[in-house]
């Protein structure tokens, strides 16, 4: 088996089907035309509605399942979308669904208001709880179990492989957001989740351009996943599963050198006087690097700043809107550098309840430019 890295280059591309173009072409199709009744009834024609799927939508199902090491992956037009079908798949009306309390916010508003209404019940567990502790919230009609590590802003890492064992044993579906590592960095299959949820919006799109989400299931799921994807009718546009599978083919580059400026600026930020926690698992002061160390084979370029509890919000707004090089915006995991001040919602006291929270992205800039950007931001706080 060659390297992912090489998989990358390779995987759901076959030029001869194409004319020798290196790339899937866009299809862009709705309907899909049979040449008789015959073969409309036999089910046999691989391409049937374009709603279905297309050589386009196909062809990156295949590159990202051969990397996710699954039986199947379906695609969404979003990732929010993929984390409700993850859920939709795994829960029924009656079901208790157990999520971490660092899940990304739209999954859980997703859970409080939406999935309620259908009858599915979700809690929250604390991010840094032991896998003996996240069991222990089980219930007797505990489907699933929604891990997201590292999580969304905060960042805390779980023990994935513990939690899913002790989630199997149980016959309890283990969901995973895998959006910050992507399948690159993590395995999340290997490690004992069923569900292997994407935003491809963030590094496997890689250039802001477009949305897509992905969910990757094992054998036992694949049933539940095509059944309820279908019965949605989700379905991804030709021409972003084009730029998302443009963009999946410079990951490994990419997510490298993002790695490695972000290593160096989230180093550097912990020396910061101003600056009272650097949370990023990939830091060995971090209480994640440990179990980070063990499981994930790469951080990307996403971590967040915790100001010092006497720095204002105004201080900190100041410090955000004069950055030149870092733009003021959602999602991550495109070319540019990007810095988000953080308000969310937890049930549970998490590690920036003390200060102000920044979220920043470091993209493919030089890294002295970034951190010059950011050392004149620190002097906007006096
Ligand atoms: C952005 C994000 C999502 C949602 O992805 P969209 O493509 O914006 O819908 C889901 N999970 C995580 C962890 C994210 O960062």
Known sequence: MTRKETRINDSGRTPSDHFGAVNTPVYRASTILFPDTATLESGAQPYAYGRRATPTTRALEDALCELEGGARTMLTPSGLSA?????????????HILLTDSV????????????????????YFPPAATPEEVAAQFKPNTKAVFLESPGSL?????DVPAIAALARAK??????????????????????VDYSIQSATKYIGGHADATAGSVTVNDAHLHRLEETHGGLGLCLGADDAFMIARGLRTLAVRMARQQQSAHRIATWLTTCS???K????????????AIWKRDFTGAPGLFSIVFQKDITHDKVAAFVDGLKLFGIGYSWGGFESLALPAHFHRSFPHPGREGEIVRLHIGLEDPHDLMADLERGLMRLY
């Open 278 to 289: 650097v949370l990023y698992p990939a830091l060995d002061s971090d209480p994640g690097y």
């Open 104 to 123: 990304y916010g739209p999954t859980r508003s997703f859970c409080d208001r939406v999935a309620k209404r259908y009858g599915i019940e979700a809690s």
């Open 171 to 192: 016959g309890i579906a283990v969901l995973l957001d895998n959006t910050w590592a992507t399948p690159l960095y993590f395995n999340a299959l290997e490690h004992g």
């Open 83 to 95: 984390c409700t079908l993850a859920i939709l798949c795994a829960c029924s009306a009656g079901d």
């Open 154 to 158: 905060t960042f805390e890492v779980q």
């Open 274 to 276: 101003e600056v009272a």
